[in-house]
């Protein structure tokens, strides 16, 4: 069984900046990678960043130059940094990890509000 936990959500103003985090436990396969997604009212379930389990990132070009992906592969953790936030990025934001045989998990999301 595994597990996939995201914290560090919340609300925040224009231009701030959150730290989300995601933890993984219990029988992990080897990674292929980790990422962010994030799901806004009315809307369908969008990428934000990849990891791989080689360092290799990739995000979205909405986020491109204000957030920033990282993993502590020794923790199982993935971290999404975001900085110049905007309202347009109000969602909740989920984790899902992926490993080397295609199994998916996900979690179960943390809300990110930006709003004055």
């Known amino acids: 069984q595994v597990h996939v936990v995201e914290s560090g959500g919340g609300l925040v103003q224009p231009g701030g900046s959150l730290r989300l985090s995601c933890a993984a436990s219990?029988?992990?396969?080897?990674?292929?990678?980790m990422g962010w997604y994030r799901q806004a009212p009315g809307k369908q379930r969008e990428l934000v960043a990849t990891?791989?389990?080689?360092?290799?990132?990739n995000y979205a070009d909405s986020v491109k130059g204000r957030f920033a992906i990282s993993s502590d592969s020794a923790k199982n953790t993935a971290y999404l940094q975001m900085n110049s936030l905007k309202p347009d990025d109000t969602a909740v934001y989920y984790c899902?990890?992926?490993?080397?045989?295609?199994?998916?998990?996900w979690g179960q999301g943390t809300q990110v509000t930006v709003s004055s």
């Open positions: 899902k990890r992926v490993d080397l045989g295609g199994n998916g998990y």
């Open positions: 219990g029988s992990l396969g080897s990674i292929a990678f």
């Open positions: 990891i791989t389990g080689g360092g290799t990132t």
